[in-house]
């Protein structure tokens, strides 16, 4: 009787105490965001200042202007202030140095159509290749919209999940983030050729508000009011429209009886939502003006 040998596969062998090893995953935005310090410091975010052109000079947002300081020098301006995105060598530096320890880097910016910065971020992504991979992501949005999907990407990382699941989320909320503003000062309007010279000429004569939405990551006029209570009832309203609402931000700037009776309107209906209340960065202010008021809504996705 002939034997039959069993052949037998090998099969890798795991020490018992053997854990496996977790990506390390490092989250770049810019200072648009408007994050505040201790989101930044908790969550591990780098952020990268956007550059300010203001009176012939240029500032680094968040470094060495505030939109306090950026208020006070507009009064003297003799040129419309700019929006810059931060120097290539900026992004380089910030890569290079995190890339000594992540596995990835997942960059994340206001939208191309404002700032210039996502291109530069991919730009500088491209001759680090081979350092570690990099990811650059436009978020179609600006200002807090921008903080809401940096800090939710943060969370996601810090909890140890993939890259891939991190992307796929940032990915998912970008459509989530809704922007309503109305803006009393209609020359940046024009200057941004979003109005015509003689609708700035009627508008300041009529004392019209126009109403701003992003779409498609640019900044739209969608409407226009005439009155202080206009502004609250079209931005209530606004918001009401969102049946599953996550979190919201309440951003102003000299604008405060407006601001004020909007967040306690929205208080009163809206008891469990997280509203976040600041004035807005200059990053901002360059599109919209000095004396603007707005909100920025997540909804649950």
């Known amino acids: 009787m002939t034997e039959k040998l069993l052949l037998v596969?090998?099969?890798?062998?795991?020490?018992?105490?053997?854990?496996?090893?977790?990506?390390?995953?490092?989250i770049v935005t810019d200072s648009s965001a408007h994050l505040t310090q201790e989101e930044i410091a908790q969550l591990g975010v780098t952020v990268i200042p956007l550059q300010i052109r203001l009176n012939r000079r240029?500032?680094?947002?968040?470094?060495?202007?505030?939109?306090?300081?950026?208020?006070?020098?507009?009064?003297?301006?003799?040129?419309p202030p700019r929006s810059l995105p931060p120097a290539m060598q900026d992004f380089v530096d910030v890569y290079y140095e995190?890339?000594?320890?992540?596995?990835?880097?997942?960059?994340i910016h206001v939208s191309s159509k404002l700032n210039e910065a996502a291109n530069i971020a991919r730009a500088a992504a491209a001759t680090l290749r081979g350092h570690t991979q990099i990811t650059v992501v436009d978020s179609e949005t600006?200002?807090?919209?921008?903080?809401?999907?940096?800090?939710?990407?943060?969370?996601?990382a810090?909890?140890?999940?993939?890259?891939?699941?991190?992307?796929?989320?940032?990915?998912?909320?970008?459509?989530?983030?809704?922007?309503?503003?109305?803006?009393?000062?209609?020359?940046?309007l024009k200057r941004d050729d979003r109005i015509r010279p003689s609708q700035e000429i009627l508008g300041e004569m009529l004392g019209i508000k126009p109403l701003l939405e992003i779409r498609e990551g640019d900044l739209i006029v969608m409407e226009k009011v005439r009155n202080d209570f206009?502004?609250?009832?079209?931005?209530?309203?606004?918001?009401?429209?969102?049946?599953?609402?996550?979190?919201?931000?309440?951003?102003?700037?000299?604008?405060?009886?407006?601001?004020?009776?909007?967040?306690?309107?929205?208080e009163m209906n809206y008891p469990d939502l997280p509203i976040f209340t600041?004035?807005?960065?200059?990053?901002?202010?360059?599109?919209?003006?000095?004396?603007?008021v707005g909100v920025i809504v997540r909804e649950a996705i």
Not at 58 to 79: C, F, H, P, S, W
Not at 278 to 292: M, Q
């Open 9 to 26: 596969q090998p099969t890798s062998i795991h020490h018992p105490n053997e854990v496996k090893r977790l990506s390390i995953i490092r």
């Open 278 to 292: 600041d004035a807005y960065g200059p990053t901002l202010a360059t599109f919209i003006g000095p004396s603007a």
């Open 158 to 188: 810090e909890s140890g999940a993939e890259f891939r699941e991190v992307t796929r989320l940032v990915r998912g909320l970008i459509p989530s983030i809704f922007f309503s503003f109305f803006v009393d000062d209609l020359h940046y």
């Open 58 to 79: 240029i500032y680094k947002e968040g470094v060495d202007i505030n939109i306090q300081k950026y208020m006070r020098l507009l009064k003297n301006a003799k040129t």
């Open 98 to 107: 995190l890339s000594k320890e992540a596995d990835y880097i997942l960059s």
């Open 142 to 156: 600006i200002s807090r919209g921008l903080g809401m999907i940096v800090r939710e990407a943060a969370l996601l």
């Open 230 to 266: 206009d502004v609250v009832e079209k931005l209530y309203t606004f918001v009401h429209e969102f049946a599953y609402l996550e979190e919201l931000a309440l951003l102003q700037y000299d604008n405060n009886r407006n601001a004020t009776q909007l967040l306690e309107r929205l």
